[in-house]
């Protein structure tokens, strides 16, 4: 029985501006003297859930610092939400089932919450966890997984979780969560996204709504 339900946000909740990404990743590189670093070649390493696949793998962490220190979130696009996601937050909120956001990002929730005022999402939603500036690399969820289900005193078994990248997946794999859901909406390759594992791939939230939710929601 599912009793706490987790999601990502970017390309999982909200449309992940992918060309905004792009065209912001380009002004970087310029400004970083990197102008051999194409468009081309951005895509192929993001759709790999590899950006930085062109960095010497000991420079990659230093690197990758530097990178999001220039990237000018001022100008990200307005959140909109994606098809689907209404339905099944309403649905799962029908049910008093508590649900969560877990993102990478790293801005304060409240911040966060803030840019999503304009949208269906904060009334359905009772937090949202933000990483905290650490050691561990950008994309590890685990701690923020093992916190959030201890603060609603869920076993891991008894959480379903949604997501967009290898690492949604992979860090919830790791903590013990069984019920990992992968939507293709953040851009990720399909056959990227099933190397990590997950309990169900669907192309969109749409998708999982129509034919799966009601098996977790009995």
Not at 68 to 75: A, I, L, R, V, Y
Not at 122 to 132: G, L, N, Q, S
Not at 184 to 191: A, D, S, V
């Amino acid at each position: 029985m599912i009793k706490l339900v987790i999601f990502d946000l970017d390309g999982t909740l909200i449309e992940f501006h992918h060309d905004f990404l792009l065209s912001e990743s380009e002004r970087i590189f310029q400004q970083l003297a990197m102008p051999h670093i194409t468009r081309e070649i951005l895509q192929h390493g993001f759709e790999r859930f590899n950006f930085f696949h062109f960095i010497e793998e000991q420079e990659r962490i230093e690197f990758e610092k530097k990178f999001w220190e220039h990237f000018d979130f001022s100008k990200v696009p307005r959140p909109k939400v994606l098809p689907g996601a209404e339905q099944i937050l309403s649905h799962i909120a029908d049910r008093q089932i508590p649900q969560v956001i877990v993102t990478a990002r790293t801005a304060p929730e409240e911040h966060v919450l803030e840019t999503l005022q304009h949208t269906c999402i904060p009334k359905y939603i009772e937090r949202i966890v933000t990483r905290v500036e650490d050691d561990l690399h950008w994309s590890d969820k685990r701690q923020m997984l093992r916190e959030i289900c201890a603060e609603y005193q869920t076993e891991a078994e008894a959480v379903l979780l949604i997501g967009d990248t290898p690492a949604d997946i992979k860090s919830a794999e790791e903590i013990g969560i069984t019920h990992r859901i992968a939507v293709l909406t953040g851009g990720i390759l399909p056959e990227i996204l099933v190397a990590a594992n997950p309990t169900i791939v669907v192309n969109h939230l749409e998708e999982f709504y129509e034919l799966h939710l009601d098996k977790f929601f009995r």
